[in-house]
């Protein structure tokens, strides 16, 4: 594919009235920057020999920036050498955009390479709650969330505001609107100052001093690799993608220089613009991308219009910040006012479809203890129920709605919520209640919530909530009927009772071939796109990422190949791929795309399979990490031996029946075996496995290796050793 991307600047500068200051500026800053990269090169190539291993931790990538533009592994120290001579021999005096633009690639070069050299002298060179280089897992966390557009843009701030509480407000307003937000330099001590959340849980990444900004760069570009599966090397094509895919810009902040100045014009060679907030000459600005906003008030509106970034996040009149900045905050008992179920007290949370006349739109009615009346410490039950009304609703639809509260509470600053149903769990901080949350404002997050993520099925809500022991207990006994009820609809949903599976497109945004074919018993590869969900989605959005597909004629029910779903399958991937079996991972299987909640991979000398997860972030018997792995795995590619799976998917009665089942499972981490442990042990007995299989799988604590576990698996008499050939 041939991209002329540098079209986009064409005609932003009238010729004869370039911006000549600050072309100057950056053609000095970047000659800086390359200068002592060299330097510390040199230095360090001469302290620790050319062969020194130099890479970031917890990355497939190596050095994500070099990576990526040009393609190279780069391993040693005198790897390096030739790259920087490369980026140093296209610095040019004469002052136009090209040469600028190229000034500014050869600047985010040499940040990366200071910074690698950071790493060679000490593995660990950040202390909380400074991140430095953000790994593999940290970038495919947020995947889904990026993917889905709930987070609807980044923005890099670097420098110092005019006061702490000015870089508050402006990082409070981005959070608001659900921003990823990468900072750098002293504008994270502003923000320390006033108590503002910030870390990896926040989306809200403080970087470290300012050469460290370049980890804003290498998260974006590894978005293109992993997501977008652009090979590395690809390097107008990650600049393509990075412009029309990642809607990032720069704040800079305070104090303007040479150096900084010319990695701006890096940022723009990656398609982000920069807005400063200070004044800027005529001979200092590009129109769109290098521009002035004195305002505070204004700088994050302009930013947002610049790139183009569409918010859908409604006011909601509740005393605390909201968005999904806060998804990951974790409240701790030290700083808990109040506490609602787990295992602490009765818990419940119901969503049920009601007729018209049975429900008062808004209505938020709290039976019981309400915050006010309760001391700091104190324990009380809790039962939720959301009556929803909706002319499109339908009974199966109550669940899709009911997992949405898990998000919906959890985007609210001090609120903390954990699993579902009778087993929810929910913490309200000390600092939510300072600011003066009630029970009644869960009611007022959620009805909105509902209403503008699901307009087209619902119409009106209203919410109830007890926090009375006696009306909790009855209300109990109302949801655990319409649980069993509901699960035993579940339970009858098979993929042959139906004649409808849907697709799933929401991770094409970054994995362009990708696509996911969810069925009643094999869930989305994230884990949270159910059968029932894909189903309600369409009837939400008729056009939008969940398509019902026909199975039609069965070319192979074993393997799991339909003729509709091939044919589906063949356009939607653009044409990359034309066939696709749902029951094998090792025939044809279906791709990956960098949302998945576990890998499995083939371990021929045990026969067998392994899972991981990107919650273990250690070794696993192939050798390879879950981020390495992930990186072979992900991008839409169909790779034999190797998948991409949601969690549930390796309890299902389809999971690889063609490969074996759940008896070619010889390794998974020791986590995931908890997590499964109730359905996989019921599983493994309908199989005719035993109820004590799950135990004859090794984990970490027998070992990583295939050398660790093998005796192991002898020792248990692994059904998988016996088993005719994997392959």
């Known amino acids: 594919m041939t991209i002329n991307f540098d079209q986009i600047y064409e005609g932003i500068i009238e010729p004869g009235k370039e911006p000549k200051k600050l072309f100057k500026h950056a053609y000095e800053g970047a000659i800086t920057a390359t200068s002592y990269a060299e330097i510390l090169l040199t230095q360090a190539i001469k302290k620790y020999g050319p062969e020194q291993k130099v890479e970031y931790p917890d990355t497939a990538y190596f050095l994500p920036v070099i990576r990526s533009l040009s393609g190279e592994e780069v391993k040693t120290l005198k790897d390096l050498q030739p790259i920087l001579n490369k980026m140093r021999g296209q610095l040019k005096s004469k002052l136009t955009l090209e040469n600028v633009l ?27 709650p400074w991140t430095g ?9 947020y995947g889904i969330k990026m993917v889905d557009w709930t987070i609807p843009g980044v923005a890099v701030i670097l420098g110092r505001a005019k006061d702490s509480q000015a870089a508050k407000k402006i990082v409070d307003d981005l959070m608001g ?63 393509d993608y990075q412009r029309r895919r990642v809607l990032a810009f720069v704040l800079h902040l305070g104090e303007r220089d040479t150096v900084k100045t010319a990695a701006e014009m890096g940022c723009m060679f990656l398609g982000f613009p920069t807005i400063t907030d200070q004044p800027l000459a005529e ?9 002035s906003e004195p305002d505070y008030d204004k700088i994050v509106q302009l930013a947002l219009e610049l790139r183009g970034i569409k918010l859908t996040n409604i006011e909601i009149d509740i005393p605390i910040n909201h968005g999904p900045a806060f998804e990951g905050e974790t409240i701790r008992k030290g700083d808990t006012y109040l506490e609602m179920g787990g295992s602490k007290t009765t818990a419940f949370e119901l969503v049920r479809m009601v007729d018209a006349d049975q429900i008062q739109d808004g209505k938020i009615e709290v039976i019981g203890p309400d915050i006010d009346d309760i ?31 898990h998000y919906f509470v959890n985007y609210g600053e001090g609120l903390w919520h954990v699993a579902q149903r009778d087993l929810a769990w929910l913490r309200v901080s000390k600092e939510a209640v300072s600011k003066g949350f009630k029970l009644k404002h869960y009611g007022e997050l959620l009805i909105a919530k509902l209403k503008s993520e699901f307009p087209a099925i619902v119409d009106r809500v ?31 949903l098979t993929d042959e009772a139906v004649d409808t599976f849907y697709s799933c497109l929401l991770c094409q945004s970054f994995a362009p071939n990708h696509v996911c074919i969810v069925t009643p018993q094999r869930v989305g590869l994230c884990g949270a796109v159910s059968w029932l969900d894909s189903r309600a989605s369409f ?172 005796p192991f698996l002898e020792e248990q008499g692994h059904p998988a050793l016996t088993m005719d050939p994997i392959f």
Not at 106 to 121: D, G, N, P, S
Not at 283 to 291: A, G, L, S, V
Not at 685 to 708: H, P, R
Request: charged share 25%; proline share 4%.
């Open 102 to 128: 190229l000034a500014g690639e050869a600047t985010l070069y040499a940040a990366e390479i200071i910074e690698a050299l950071r790493y060679v002298k000490n593995p660990n060179p950040h202390v909380a």
């Open 462 to 492: 209203q919410v109830t909530i007890y926090t009375d022991q006696a009306k909790v207990d009855e209300m109990l006994q109302v949801a655990r009927d319409k649980y069993g009820a509901r699960d035993a609809r579940l339970r009858g």
């Open 375 to 405: 001391s700091e410490g104190s324990q009380l039950p809790f039962g939720l129920m959301i009556d929803i009304y909706g002319r499109k609703m339908q009974e199966d639809f109550e669940g899709v709605l009911e997992r949405r509260v």
């Open 177 to 239: 609107k659900g921003m990823m937000i990468f900072l750098s330099d002293e504008i994270i001590e502003q923000l320390l100052e006033t108590n503002v959340k910030l870390g990896i849980d926040y989306i809200a990444f403080p970087l470290g001093n300012f050469t460290q900004v370049v980890h804003a760069a290498n998260y974006a570009l590894r978005a293109s690799m992993a997501f977008g599966g652009i090979a590395p090397g690809l390097r107008e094509e990650h600049r």
């Open 133 to 141: 280089f953000l790994g593999d897992p940290v970038v495919r966390k």
């Open 283 to 291: 001979d200092e600005q590009i129109k769109d991308w290098y521009i």
């Open 539 to 710: 009837e939400i959005n008729p056009t939008g990422p969940n398509q019902p597909i026909m199975k039609g004629e069965a070319i192979d029910e074993y393997r799991g190949m339909w003729k509709n779903v091939n044919e589906y399958y063949y356009q939607a991937s653009n044409r990359s791929l034309e066939e696709v079996n749902l029951y094998t991972m090792m025939d044809r299987p279906m791709t990956s795309c960098g949302c998945f909640e576990a890998i499995m991979a083939l371990v021929p000398e045990a026969n067998g399979i392994m899972l991981t997860t990107r919650e273990h972030s250690g070794m696993t018997p192939v050798g390879m990490s879950f981020s390495t792995l992930a990186g072979m795995v992900g991008g839409g590619v169909q790779t034999p031996g190797f998948m991409g799976i949601g969690r549930l998917y390796t309890v299902s009665q389809k999971f690889i029946p063609a490969d074996g089942g759940i008896g070619r499972i010889i390794w998974m981490p020791k986590e995931l075996k908890e997590f499964l442990r109730e359905d996989f042990v019921a599983r493994s007995i309908e199989e005719g496995l035993g109820e004590n299989f799950i135990d004859k799988i090794a984990d970490e604590t027998i070992g990583t290796s295939v050398d660790e576990i093998m």
